[in-house]
């Protein structure tokens, strides 16, 4: 059977090779990377996410999302200047690619780029975490790692926004996890735009919020765009994929659902915000930074790994 191609109900004059389900759409690759760019300025619009003579850090993994995120946002705003901020977490057969990858996205882009090398820096890399109580969970202990440095990074550049390439299914998805457990005070951080909690330190957006993740995919693909093909070796698929596994079958019945609940969300988190009680911050011990206990999560972290690595403990003040 031969099938008949359906032009692009955009332009009408190329063949559609992308179907938008939630917006009934069949595009054709060039007008689907101008819907997908009109989304991210809309959303950046819609949600106040930063002014255009504000200068912009976008943090960039090497992967699709954030790889789409820099050069849809370089589309959409193309008078703005933007800094990509990438850490080498040092994990054996991954991080080396990230990098690569980053660092020839940027070349293309003519984008600024400022890398933070773990291993140089601090002397260990996120592969250490293995000797410590993280071995399980190095995903955890890799977060609080990459958004400490990110803040690090954005103070050495000067950016006061700091852009990320969460996407609708990430969002979405860890809302209904943080809603299942009550965890209100996770849930309220999903928000778009997370004010600093010390005026030094950065507002971070996410302006991907709105976007499905299989478009970030499309978007890099159709734009020729160098992004890492593998997974991190840390990440546990088994996790990820129950929640994902849900959602999609909630998508297929119902095209709409990621961005009803995303909707709905957005409204019950100024609620939830009044309703549990702020935590108080105080500065780390050891770096300085903004903290809820003595010594930050951060700073314990790579206590830990310095100690399961036999090294001296000396952390400088930021
Ligand atoms: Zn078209
Ligand atoms: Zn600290």
Redesign the pocket.
Known sequence: MIKMPIP???????D?EVYIPYARLS??????RDFYVKRIKRTVEEFRMFRTDDRVGVAVSGGKDSTALLHGLKEAFPNMEFVALHVDLGIEGYSEECREKVEKLTEVLDVELEVYDLKEELGFTIDDFKRTIYRRKICSACGTVKRHIFEVLAGRVGVKVLATGHNLDDIVGVMLNNFFSGNWSQLVRLRPVLEPVEPNQTLKVKPLITTPEDENLLYCLYSDLPFREENCPHAHKERISRNREILEFLSKRNPNFRHQMLRNFLKLIPILEEAIEKPKYRRCRICGYPSSSDVCAFCRRVELVRKAKGMNIKTEKA
Do not use: D, T, V
Request: net charge positive; with cysteine; hydrophobic share 30%.
């Open positions: 692009c109900r955009r332009c009408g004059s190329a559609a595009l054709c690759p060039e007008c689907f």
